[in-house]
């Protein structure tokens, strides 16, 4: 499991308004797209110089292409990217923090200790 | 020598933007309580004529990222462009630029490895919110040159509690032994208890309100030695997810010492979380008996 390819995704899309858009309205096909393009480029290095090691497994995977925020968490994501990433992709559809309730209400059977999110 | 002109810590909550500066439906209905009480902590800061802001922050994932991690980052540049798109998305802050104070920066970077703190370094960095918000509130005309100083709050492994304090009193040290005339103030920003993500966020208050009481008094009383004998890596989960951004509030009793009461307290409590500002002066009240 790789909470920091995770990290990678949510931070990645995050901070690129056309990857937000773009991931709200095809979640399969960005994640597809990103791990076989995006996941092995190392951020500050020239396109060349990439990573030969990093995916996702079956279950990351199937996590981010549902949009699954409450798995996220349990496989140990950072909560505050995957927080940011998932209110600028709904908050638009709810009123005033409905949507941030919400989010809160879908994890309501999860106790401390929460999931480690050490990376 | 410079001179402490003030300490200042309080949280950074990035809805006061918006809250304060929107009207008629839009705006909330705490806004202008939120508004009246960060007027009062601003003249705190304005009463003492700063030359100088030190500003401790955090960055959220925004320059940051775990490829390359600082626990202790210090920003020397004649310049820090500031906030970033997903703040303007979901904050609706503004893009700013603030000037830097190379010369501190630099000395606080030279002393600070002579002290044992092995600071990083940014010669380019794009601040966000953790530093704009304190901006914001406490000098919204930023005017004044800053050295920023990033502490990791976020990403584990983070540095232990009584490391923040140490390199708090370290700030204080180095600030002081800055062989200028200007008056610096040293402002921190951090949270108190806080949920994001998880099942405890965007309620009635603050996740642990207990906590947060403590957690006031800690701060207002300068009690370091309580709160520390209380606080640790692990023990900062139960109040909320989020809440190691108390140690940034650590850092700053530590820049104010021991013991040392603040000089203004106020506290405000909202949904999601509780507002707290404290300011202290070394050197006695501006304007006051010295």
Request: proline share 7%.
């Amino acid at each position: 499991m790789s909470k920091y390819l995770l990290d990678k995704f949510l931070y990645t899309v995050d901070r690129d308004p056309d990857l937000v858009e773009r991931y709200r309205e095809d979640p399969a096909g960005t994640v597809a797209w990103w791990e076989a393009e995006m996941a092995n480029t190392i951020l500050n290095c020239t396109p060349a110089e990439r990573t030969t090691w990093l995916s996702f497994t079956d279950a990351e995977r199937t996590a981010l292409a549902r949009h699954d925020h409450v798995t996220l968490f349990e496989m140990g994501a950072h909560p505050f990217l995957t927080l940011t990433l998932f209110i600028a992709m709904f908050e638009r559809d709810h009123g005033p923090l409905e949507y941030q309730k919400a989010y809160g209400k879908a994890m309501e059977h999860l106790s401390l200790p929460y999931p480690d999110i050490a990376t | 020598m410079a001179e402490i002109a003030a300490v200042i810590a309080s949280t950074h909550h990035p809805f006061y933007y918006r809250a304060s500066t929107s009207t008629g439906a839009d705006r909330p209905p705490f806004a202008d309580e939120w508004v009246a009480k960060i007027e009062r902590f601003r003249e705190t800061l304005t009463r003492a004529e700063p030359d100088v802001l030190v500003m401790v922050g955090s960055d959220h994932f925004h320059q940051l990222w775990l490829d390359n991690m600082p626990q202790f980052l210090v920003g020397k540049a004649p310049f820090f462009d500031a906030n970033w798109y997903n703040e303007e998305r979901e904050f609706g802050l503004p893009r700013m630029t603030l000037r830097g104070q190379e010369d501190l920066a630099a000395h606080i970077l030279r002393d600070g490895l002579d002290r044992d703190f092995d600071l990083a370094f940014s010669n380019e960095l794009r601040i966000d919110h953790s530093i704009t918000c304190p901006i914001i509130t406490l000098r919204p005309q930023a005017d004044l040159p800053i050295v920023p100083i990033y502490t990791n709050i976020f990403a584990p492994p983070l540095p232990q509690p009584r490391r923040f304090v140490a390199l708090g009193r370290a700030i204080r040290e180095m600030v002081e032994s800055w062989e200028s005339d200007q008056r610096v103030a040293i402002i921190g920003t951090g949270h108190l208890s806080l949920e994001l993500g998880g099942p405890r966020q965007f309620g009635e208050h603050g996740p642990d309100p207990e906590f947060d009481r403590k957690a006031v008094e800690w701060i207002a009383s300068g009690d370091i030695d309580g709160c520390l004998a209380e606080v640790s890596l692990e023990s900062l989960h139960a109040p909320g997810n989020a809440t190691h951004g108390f140690m940034d509030f650590m850092l700053m009793m530590g820049v104010a010492g021991e013991g040392r009461k603040a000089d203004h307290v106020d506290t405000l409590d909202l949904f999601h979380t509780m507002e707290a500002y404290f300011t202290w002066y070394p050197n006695g009240v501006p304007g006051g008996a010295r």
